[in-house]
């Protein structure tokens, strides 16, 4: 280990416990018990769930309808 690499450690750690009297971690810590989880991903698959499904049940409505009219057309029924 070199006169350089003993020199950056200790700027660094000296850095550190600046940063560290300042309150950085503390101020990181308060963020974290702030910060608040959101349950978004399953409100959102089951909207798109609904959507398909309401989607699913207007194309085949829209099927027999199309289905109806060919049978008159037809004259089958």
Do not use: P, W
């Not at 690499?5 to 971690?25: D, E, N, W």
């Not at 194309?59 to 049978?71: A, E, G, V, Y």
């Amino acid at each position: 280990m070199d006169i350089e690499s003993l020199g950056a450690g200790a700027g660094t750690g000296f850095f550190g416990a600046i940063l560290g009297y300042l309150g950085f971690s503390r101020r990181l810590n308060k963020l974290e018990d702030v910060k608040q989880d959101k349950n978004v991903c399953t409100v959102l698959h089951e909207n798109i769930t609904c959507t398909l499904i309401d989607l699913k049940e207007g194309q085949n409505k829209i099927f027999d309808k199309i289905d109806s009219i060919n049978d008159f057309l037809r004259g089958a029924k």
